[in-house]
Structures are given as C-alpha cells and as structure tokens.
C-alpha cells in the first residue's frame, strides 16, 4: 500500500524534517517502481552470446511457456493477490524446478570462497551458498548443461578477510575482478555471454559497488537493493536481509497474536544508524501511547524477549532504513506476522518482480515521516486484516529450512534469479 502525505508542520518538526530532505536524492516511488519492471522484462536484453547455445534455446522456450501460461484463479496455499501475476509465478517455478541446472566454480579459497557464514545480518548470502553448494537437484557437474553459473563468493568475507590493503571498494572489486580473469582464462562460458548468464548471492552494504563494474551483465541478488545506487529492476533481484541468532533454529519465534488482538499501533526499536532513525525517534518517541517508537533496546535475554513481544502486539511495524536502504525488520515483521511499513527511499522490496508488496506492506515516504501516525490511523481496518492475513500467507516464501522445501526462502531467491534471466536472454 502506497501513502501520500501533504502534511505542514514548522518548528522543531520542520527543523527535523529539513534534515530528511537534505539528505534525500531523487525518490522513484513504488507505482515508478513498477513501470520500470515492465519496461525492463519487456525491453531489455543481455548483450548477443558469441556463439550459440541449447541451453540458451530452452530458456527461450521456457519464457514462451511462461508468456502463454494458463489462466490460474486460485492455489492451495498461496493468496493470488499478493503476487503480480499468480500464473506466471506458478508456471515460471514449475518450469524451474524440471528445468534449471546450475553450475557452481569450485575455483577460489576459503573464507572468501565457499565458507558459509549461516548466523548474523548477512546471513542471507550464507545460508544461500551453503544450501546451493550442497543441492542436488538443481547442481550440475558437467558446465555444458548448466544454465546459470553461481559464484560462490562471500562479500561481508572479501570485506573483512583482506587485510588494510584492501579496504577501498576500488582495491576489494579490484580483487573480484581477478576472480572473473581466473574463471574467464579457466572457462569458455563466462565470455560467451559477457557473464549474463552468472549470479552472485550478497548480502554486505557494499554488494552493489564491488560488483557494478566488473560484474555488470551478470544477475546479482542484493540485500542493498537501492535504485538510485544502480540497482537494477528487472535485471537484479532484491535479496532479504535475515537476520540468523541461531543457524541451527533459522525458524524459531515465528508467528504473532491476531489482528483484533494487536493493540499497539506502530513499533520500532533499533540502533541509530544513518540520518532516518534519529528523526524517527525524536518525532515520534513518548508521543502517543499507541506508538511505541524507541531507541536501542538492551541486548539482555529478556529485552530481547520483549522486543519480540512489541512486534507479535503491534499492527505496523517500522522498517526504517539504517546506513543503507535496507533493514532486517522487513522480514523481522513477516516472520512476526505484523504489517510492515517500510520508510527508505528508492527501495526495492525483494521478489519484487513476483510478489504485489503493496498488498501486504505500507510504503511510507521519507518526507513524510512526522504525519506518520495519521497515515496509519487513516488506513481502513478492514483493509489492515486483510493486509496482516496476507503476511501470515507471505511469510513461507522468508523461511529458511536446513532441508529446502517448495517456495521457501532458498527456492525463492533461485527462482527471482531464473526469472530475471529467462527474461533477458538472447540466441546468436
């Protein structure tokens, strides 16, 4: 759901909210958002291969069995409206799941390489790599039948493994780039497509700027899925930021009271990273009793607890934007069952080109922050059970399962990947 503010506010509020617009850069809304992903799937194509390929042939096959899938109404466990076209999404997964075969580079050395890191913010790339690495339905040996090529690299590795030589983002991506001159003199399928059809998996701040460069044709899922820092709609996928305590209990404290029972209206609590937080605080800290908006809470066992207890008892739940566009509490609010309203400019929620995030989700702008309790309150109540059952629906496609099961987390971020793929490639 997409909100509109005009509200005037001066004094201190005013004060406040010129801090957010110095800060601000161009803002593409979300219904932009949308325009710009079907220009993409549309009109984009990855650079012509050098030569021919079968693999190429089926994934063009692949996009016309997609194109002309047969009309779906409803499916047992999935609500139709949350994603962008039901149909497509079931025959585009069905097709991946008979279809896809994937190459993994067994070149590069460990910690950088091949060492899964399942636990902390950037567990995403972790548990991504450890689960693709180890799959044996979707991994080829042989590389002639593979259709994308992953390469295993951990960026939050390749940021703190290095050493002070390599702390600028020119000396790391310089270092990645040596990684593709290996695989490029080892094998011939990275020039064949310029690397378009390669993935990388990376949940780090600065996924995106070691990789714009050398990596530029290549499908990357990226936790820092910021548009106007060149993210890429329709060519890379907006990867979810989970935030892992336990790699052995990926699943644990799921769930959240019912819609009538949540008596909170909005929560946040959170370090103050970055320029929004701060402003969240100071507008919205000890307000109104119905708004529950509070700086870092304590690390103790039972703060923990409570933070947990805020966000199974609340309606919304605040997804700020830290240092970056984005933020654990995103999936933090799926996984909690409560609403999520997302107030970070230029970003891209993930699956983007799959699931209708405005059925399930507030997108609140950055300028708009001091009228933040009246949007919410203007939100129709039947429309907010209608949006908080749609993230109970939702929240099976933000799971991890030491097993991988059908529409999961792991499948998901496969699968956006396959898509976007399917939708650029191109024949000699």
């Known amino acids: 759901m997409t909100v509109e503010s005009s509200v005037l506010v001066n004094g201190r509020e005013g004060y406040v909210l010129s801090m957010v617009r110095h800060n601000r850069v161009a803002v593409t809304s979300i219904s932009q958002m949308n325009s710009l992903l079907i220009q993409s799937l549309s009109s984009f194509r990855s650079p012509k291969p050098r030569w021919s390929s079968a693999r190429d042939a089926e994934m063009l096959s692949a996009k016309l069995e997609i194109e002309k899938a047969s009309v779906v109404h409803e499916s047992p466990g999935l609500n139709p409206l949350v994603y962008r076209n039901i149909s497509k999404f079931l025959k585009s997964y069905d097709l991946m799941e008979r279809k896809l075969k994937v190459y993994v580079y067994k070149e590069g050395s460990k910690p950088i390489f091949h060492d899964p890191t399942p636990r902390g913010i950037y567990a995403s790339e972790g548990w ?58 080892k094998y011939k399928f990275w020039n064949r497509t310029s690397g378009a059809d390669h993935f990388l998996v990376a949940c780090h701040d600065w996924g995106n700027k070691l990789t714009k460069k050398h990596m530029k044709n290549s499908v990357r899922a990226l936790c820092n899925s910021n548009v106007a820092q060149g993210f890429r709609i329709g060519i890379d996928t907006a990867l979810p930021v989970t935030y892992i305590r336990s790699s052995k209990s990926p699943l644990e404290y799921r769930g959240g009271k019912n819609a009538s029972e949540r008596k909170i209206l909005a929560f946040f609590a959170g370090s103050m990273h970055g320029y929004l937080r701060p402003i969240l605080v100071q507008l919205w800290e000890n307000k109104e009793p119905d708004m529950k908006i509070l700086g870092p809470m304590p690390r103790d066992p039972e703060s923990k607890k409570q933070y947990r207890e805020y966000m199974k008892s609340s309606k919304y739940c605040i997804c700020a934007r830290g240092y970056e566009v984005h933020t654990p509490r995103v999936v933090e609010a799926i996984i909690n069952e409560c609403v999520p309203v997302i107030i970070a400019d230029n970003y891209v929620p993930p699956f983007f080109e799959v699931l209708n995030w405005e059925e399930f989700a507030v997108f609140v702008e950055e300028k708009d922050i001091a009228n933040l309790r009246n949007i919410l309150l203007l939100i129709p109540e039947e429309r907010y059970i209608g949006m908080q059952a749609k993230v109970k629906m939702v929240q099976q496609h933000f799971l991890w399962h030491k097993n991988p099961v059908k529409f999961d987390l792991f499948h998901m971020i496969l699968h956006s990947i396959w898509y976007n793929r399917v939708y650029r490639v191109r024949t000699r």
């Open 128 to 185: 991504f790599m450890k689960l693709m690495e180890s799959n044996k339905k979707f991994v080829v040996k042989d590389p002639r039948k593979a259709h994308l090529f992953y390469i295993p690299v951990s960026i939050k590795a390749l940021r703190t493994t290095l050493g002070w030589d390599f702390q600028t983002p020119k000396s790391l991506a310089d270092h990645l780039k040596e990684y593709v001159d290996l695989i490029s003199g």
